[in-house]
């Protein structure tokens, strides 16, 4: 590997800065939602079926390992083991940016292609920025034998990075790769959120599946602003939508888009609301990235069967035999959020 290479070095670089700032607290306003348990669950534990159908292809559970890394020699191993993981719980996983592999592809194929190798049968997700052209997209694709294409929107991440883009002319280049790829295709956010606008434009050109991607975990500003030295960008946070706030601006388009829901999942309650509001499935990538950081392989993988029995637990205290049951529990909204639907004209 080229030893100066720069977007090699970023990479590094948010892996560790995304642990430094890891907390076990979330702040994508889950505390502002409440589901209501069921005193009548009428139902046996051992038949409650987690499975899941995502992108047409059926899953066991409703979570997925969402993008993270590739292209240096920590994100091998975290690939790896991300893969394994994944492979075991039969859950999705994404790869990181592919960029750096559209740009070195030798020096940095095997960071990527590991996911594959460790997985041969699983759903594995490729990534690309809105920057590439569905050629390019579909190198990507192919390297992994994808399953599906992510595309990450980061205006703000990019604004927050002394060396990041300065042009943000995206929409003909999402509507390209979705209208020529050979995979099912999902716009995400990197944690700053979508909103109703956006899904409008998005959806307008044909796009089908939507990562809202919110605010209240892993924050692209903070971690720009750490590594650029000169700049305090954290405050730029405060325009952006939380997860709670994106899966509500989401309400009107879910029987037309698939809504995927990632950032700041924390806890199996935060996934069961996710999907309680609309969700299909839901992401994490700080959560998972920490434990592996933290942790053994091993011990990751104690930490999910447990977080997979968690969601069981919780689905029999509301009553929910199957992840569409799930949609019918009782929902409750603080005082801040029915405020927000109000302003934001959401039913
Ligand atoms: C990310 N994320 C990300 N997303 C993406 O589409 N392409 C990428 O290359 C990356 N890179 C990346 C690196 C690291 C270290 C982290 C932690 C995350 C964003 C990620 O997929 C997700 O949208 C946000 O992190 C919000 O989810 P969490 O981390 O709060 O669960």
């Given at each position: 590997?080229?030893?100066?290479?720069?977007?090699?070095?970023?990479k590094?670089?948010?892996?560790?800065?995304?642990?430094?700032?890891?907390?076990?607290?979330?702040?994508?306003?889950f505390?502002?939602?409440?589901?209501?348990?069921?005193?009548?669950?009428?139902?046996?534990?051992?038949?409650?079926?987690?499975?899941?159908?995502?992108?047409?292809?059926?899953?066991?559970?409703?979570?997925?390992?969402?993008?993270?890394?590739?292209?240096?020699?920590?994100?091998?191993?975290?690939?790896?083991?991300?893969?394994?993981?994944?492979?075991?719980?039969?859950?999705?996983?994404?790869?990181?940016?592919?960029?750096?592999?559209?740009?070195l592809?030798?020096?940095?194929?095997?960071?990527?292609?590991?996911?594959?190798?460790?997985?041969?049968?699983?759903?594995?997700?490729?990534?690309?920025?809105a920057?590439?052209?569905?050629?390019?997209?579909?190198?990507?694709?192919?390297?992994?034998?994808?399953?599906?294409?992510?595309?990450?929107?980061?205006?703000?991440q990019?604004?927050?990075m002394?060396?990041?883009?300065?042009?943000?002319?995206?929409?003909?280049?999402?509507?390209?790769?979705?209208?020529?790829?050979?995979?099912?295709?999902?716009?995400?956010?990197?944690?700053?959120?979508?909103?109703?606008?956006?899904?409008?434009?998005?959806?307008?050109?044909?796009?089908?599946?939507?990562?809202?991607?919110?605010?209240?975990?892993?924050?692209?500003?903070?971690?720009?602003?750490?590594?650029?030295?000169?700049?305090?960008?954290?405050?730029?946070?405060?325009?952006?939508?939380?997860?709670?706030?994106?899966?509500?601006?989401?309400?009107?388009?879910?029987?037309?888009?698939?809504?995927?829901?990632?950032?700041g999942?924390?806890?199996?309650?935060?996934?069961?609301?996710?999907?309680?509001?609309?969700?299909?499935s839901?992401?994490?990538?700080?959560?998972?990235?920490h434990?592996?950081?933290?942790?053994?392989?091993?011990?990751?993988?104690?930490?999910?069967?447990?977080?997979?029995?968690?969601?069981?637990?919780?689905?029999?205290?509301?009553?929910a035999?199957?992840?569409?049951?799930?949609k019918?529990?009782?929902?409750i909204?603080?005082?801040?959020?029915?405020?927000?639907?109000?302003?934001?004209?959401?039913?």
């Open positions: 590997m080229p030893k100066q290479d720069a977007q090699m070095q970023r590094v670089e948010h892996l560790f800065l995304a642990e430094k700032f890891f907390t076990d607290e979330s702040f994508a306003d505390d502002r939602v409440r589901l209501l348990h069921n005193a009548l669950p009428e139902l046996r534990v051992n038949d409650i079926d987690l499975t899941t159908d995502f992108l047409g292809k059926k899953m066991s559970l409703p979570i997925y390992f969402n993008a993270i890394t590739g292209g240096s020699r920590p994100s091998s191993k975290f690939n790896t083991e991300l893969s394994r993981l994944a492979a075991k719980l039969n859950i999705p996983v994404s790869s990181g940016s592919m960029g750096v592999y559209l740009r592809p030798e020096e940095t194929k095997s960071s990527f292609t590991t996911l594959r190798e460790h997985n041969p049968n699983g759903f594995v997700i490729a990534n690309v920025s920057k590439v052209n569905a050629k390019q997209a579909q190198t990507a694709i192919d390297l992994l034998k994808a399953d599906a294409l992510q595309i990450h929107l980061n205006a703000l990019e604004l927050a002394p060396e990041g883009d300065q042009e943000f002319l995206w929409m003909d280049h999402i509507k390209e790769i979705v209208d020529n790829v050979t995979v099912p295709v999902i716009v995400k956010e990197v944690g700053f959120g979508i909103s109703q606008e956006n899904l409008a434009q998005l959806f307008n050109i044909g796009v089908k599946n939507v990562d809202i991607s919110g605010f209240g975990g892993t924050d692209f500003a903070q971690i720009e602003s750490e590594r650029n030295h000169e700049l305090d960008l954290t405050y730029l946070d405060r325009f952006s939508l939380s997860t709670v706030e994106s899966l509500l601006e989401s309400r009107s388009y879910q029987n037309n888009l698939t809504i995927l829901a990632s950032g999942i924390r806890t199996p309650m935060d996934v069961i609301k996710a999907l309680r509001m609309g969700a299909t839901v992401g994490m990538s700080g959560l998972v990235l434990h592996l950081q933290k942790y053994s392989l091993g011990e990751t993988e104690i930490f999910f069967t447990e977080f997979i029995k968690q969601l069981k637990l919780i689905m029999a205290a509301i009553g035999k199957s992840i569409e049951d799930i019918k529990a009782p929902i909204f603080d005082g801040n959020l029915t405020n927000y639907m109000k302003q934001r004209h959401i039913d």
